[in-house]
């Protein structure tokens, strides 16, 4: 059997449709009784030898040809071999020409056992190199299939968390002294450390007081709150920050207060190549339990190399955490997660 | 007991000497008996309560002054905490005054036990800010100690690594077709994947034969060899590299050519956010074993934040590999390795 190229779509007969689209799941029946399918489901058919060509080509000349992209048809397969069906969306009005790019990239995975003539969806998969970069923005209801070099696929799920806790806690007044890059309270109240979880304590072996040493973002955050006296005020440490910092300063406060308003308890993610991790359910630094969350900060008009991603995300796993990305603009934050996924 | 500070050094009488020199390794013994502090041995004593003041300054005012760094005496007071003495290099006739900058980051480390009178250097180790950038070929002797804004410390320790390994296969010629990111070989001998591990099988469930798919920087290599015939050789191959990737494209293939001369098989190592993995001993894929290095490569002239650092060496750790950085500059390669350190 063999079908021809028409713009963007292949389109074969009748016998294709029963064969491909009524038993198999494969392309979209048109008007008249034939069957248009997209490139991609096109390829398949001809890599497993159910079509014997298209326009003439064989798979390899199609495949090595413009009309369809090989990092598409590597995920295809893949879903294909999982045992899923798959669809590009239905064009609709505005989409059919203009947007075709967008079309493009997207697979609508269907749940398995089901079909194109089901109405549900399990997957809204895009398609991405591992050359192509990713904006920020483009996350939160999509699953990524990303293509590496040597043609492996990995999946990221991506969603847009809720991130609440219930730590919260009362701090007595505190003394600090600002320094290079953080600030150091000399005498400061159990509470700082002990309930608010607040800096660090200078000696470890110290037992219940002595010195504690605040991060620039936390010294700024217990100033604006008033409950932070040092010389210049908030504005010192910000100011301050901002010099050691930059802008990001600026981006990592406001995700700061963000989140202890949310009744988490962000710390240094330094150790984990983030900006934080957090603790949901903070009542004394003696009963800690586990961070839940890996963040980093970024402004919202991000753009991410695929490995970057793939980066954050294998690391925050292997350390049991969920890797959550803070996307900082005008309007405020928006939070996006991102997991390995096995379809 | 005080103390004055004179220069960039701390100036104390003939009794400190015998207290602090004697007893327990701080300072240097200098012309008519009397000790000469680093600013930050002397915040250490401040901090202990052996020193009262230096120039009437206690050791809160000593460390919010311009005399010590802060971090510098984080190091410091973690190093003597572990049990270390420690010292700043000796000043030599070229930079007691020229780079005083240089050496104001540096400790050398005694073995426990050992002392500045004794001749024996356990780490020589370079404090940093995790806002510091640190110079990719500043690295390779050294412990980098890297202060986290929490004021914790991760030190990592950095090596110069020989990397070899005994894999080696022939190869018969093989034919392959360029795609937009990728060569495919559609009916390749059964030695290029399972024996030179080369590519990945288009299809894992297949068995003994079937397509294999290179990547472009394997197929550049195979190309340049002779092994791989594609239209327009070795030379269209690079083309495309250099299209999809830009100036990467070329330092990468440096790199995997000469992983390959030493007898090291290169993979991809996307999923773990590097450029390659690379397993030292393949004689079959049937038999591969563990990937022992993840490899990122670098121009020599890289710049890492911290963090950077420590989000690639602790995704190593955590998946029992060794975390090497490729620097590449018209030499040509050389290694450096960087592992976490408990001194």
Redesign the interface.
Known sequence: MNATLAGDVVRAGKQARERFYDARGYGRPVDGGALELAPVEAAHLLYRGDLDDVDGMDV?EF??SAAV???AFFVYKDLR?RGFYLSRPAPTEGNREADVDDRSVDFEVYPRGKGPWDDEVAYHVCVV???ESVAAESLGDCVLA?V?????I?YLETGRPEVSGTSASEIPPVQG??????V?C?DPPAELYERGFY??R?DD?DGGDGAV?L???EAASLAHEGVLSVDGGADAVRERGRE??GDRFDRRLRVYERLREEGMVP??G?????DFRTYADVESVDDLGHSELLVRVLPADHVFE???L???V??AH??RKTMVFALVDDEGVSWVDVERLTP
Chains 1, 2 share one sequence.
Do not use: M, N
């Not at 590496?148 to 492996?152: I, R």
């Not at 002294?177 to 953080?182: E, F, I, K, P, Q």
């Open positions: 390899g495949l090595a992209s090989e990092v071999d190199s591992e050359r990303v590496d070099e040597e043609s492996e990995t002294s600002l320094l290079a890059d953080r150091l000399w800096g660090q200078l072996q040493q991060s620039l973002v050691v910092e710390k240094t330094f150790k984990f190549g983030a695929p490995r970057d793939a980066l954050d294998r690391l292997g350390v």
